[in-house]
T-cell receptor, first 116, second 114 residues
Framework: ETAVFQTPNYHVTQVGNEVSFNCKQT?????MYWYKQDSKKLLKIMFS?????LIVNETVPRRFSPQSSDKAHLNLRIKSVEPEDSAVYLC??????WGPGAETLYFGSGTRLTVL | GDSVTQMQGQVTLSEDDFLFINCTYS??????LFWYVQYPGEGPQLLLK?????NKGISRGFEATYDKGTTSFHLQKASVQESDSAVYYC?????????????FGIGTRVLVRP
């Protein structure tokens, strides 16, 4: 049963354009994430937010900016896309960002970006 | 820093074969270990999770045992089905991971032929 919703499923654009991806979770979780999955299926964290506050910001180009209006929503904007941005962007959530052990992530189905 | 080594980029099996995916990890903290599975067109989903308190996880016929001595967390299933075709990730988390930043292995693609 899907509880992390991402839109759009696919997006094709030209180099230099701006794109935005949306993510919403209905699990009541406090923490949300953006991951990038490349063509070899490698997964890398980009950002994480806890209750609308940025807590992890990995080394990503400055053209990437996350936006959170409330703890159930985390969007991703790419200001001027480059060919290397072609990938699947996965949104995830977890109950919290810290506990007695690492928290389980719940992923959406992803947004596939193709930059021509 | 933390690391996960997952060998075998792709494994091809026939139905009812035994599946074994090798995973080792490195961390200076008490680990939480996961196996996630990703089916085509979907995001990864939790398959099983193990902490130091419960060193074995079992789910949907899959099992993995945390071995502190060999720092391993191999995944196995006695008899695979075509529906098990997916990418499997070994994942490490620990209390040093600010913001619950998990470390993913490279993923092992499993193809089960009917």
């Amino acid at each position: 049963e899907t509880a992390v919703f991402q839109t759009p499923n696919y997006h094709v654009t030209q180099v230099g354009n701006e794109v935005s991806f949306n993510c919403k979770q209905t699990l009541g979780h406090d923490t949300m994430y953006w991951y990038k999955q490349d063509s070899k299926k490698l997964l890398k964290i980009m950002f994480s937010y806890n209750n609308k506050q940025l807590i992890v910001n990995e080394t990503v180009p400055r053209r990437f900016s996350p936006q959170s209006s409330d703890k159930a929503h985390l969007n991703l904007r790419i200001k001027s896309v480059e060919p290397e941005d072609s990938a699947v962007y996965l949104c995830a959530s977890s109950a919290r960002d810290w506990g007695p052990g690492a928290e389980t992530l719940y992923f959406g189905s992803g947004t596939r970006l193709t930059v021509l | 820093g933390d690391s996960v080594t997952q060998m075998q980029g792709q494994v091809t099996l026939s139905e009812d074969d035994f599946l074994f995916i090798n995973c080792t990890y490195s961390t200076t903290w008490y680990p939480t270990l996961f196996w996630y599975v990703q089916y085509p067109g979907e995001g990864p989903q939790l398959l099983l999770k193990v902490t130091t308190a419960n060193n074995k996880g079992i789910s949907r016929g899959f099992e993995a045992t945390y071995d502190k001595g060999t720092t391993s967390f191999h995944l196995q299933k006695a008899s695979v089905q075509e529906s098990d075709s997916a990418v499997y990730y070994c994942v490490l988390g620990d209390l040093s991971s600010a913001g619950n930043k998990l470390t993913f292995g490279i993923g092992t693609r499993v193809l089960v032929r009917p």
